[in-house]
């Protein structure tokens, strides 16, 4: 069955900067749609970057030009470079994919489009 897991969490200074990776298997899909998304507590959970099933990259407007997201091994393992990172970047970042998601304009309102989902791994920046 399809399986993600997160993996790089840690505590960064502000400033600083972390890679998170994010590693699937199980993928049978022609066509499927990835997507980091975070959640602080007290929040909802938010989308952050996704590769849509046509491959195009999209970002959230708060994080465009500090985090790249990109894949490798044929969209099987993803990563999440974080630059410049800030307190308010402190979330349990999480991982999803889907076969139905298609075509990404924008990140998705609801992140409950998504039906697979990683564990999360925590970064932590101080203040």
């Known amino acids: 069955q399809v399986q993600l897991v997160e993996s790089g969490g840690g505590s960064v200074q502000a400033g600083g900067s972390l890679t998170i990776s994010c590693q699937l298997s199980g993928i049978t899909w022609r066509m499927y749609s990835v997507a980091w998304f975070r959640q602080a507590p007290g929040k909802e959970r938010e989308g952050v970057a996704g590769i849509d099933s046509y491959d195009n990259t999209i970002y959230a407007n708060s994080v465009r030009g500090r985090f790249t997201l990109s894949a490798a091994n044929g969209k099987t393992t993803l990563y999440l470079k974080m630059k410049n990172l800030k307190p308010e970047n402190t979330a349990m970042y999480y991982c999803?994919?889907?076969?139905?998601?298609?075509?990404?304009?924008?990140?998705?309102?609801?992140?409950?489009?998504?039906?697979?989902w990683g564990q999360g791994t925590q970064v932590t920046v101080p203040v």
């Open positions: 999803a994919a889907d076969n139905d998601v298609l075509q990404m304009k924008a990140m998705p309102n609801d992140h409950r489009v998504f039906n697979y």
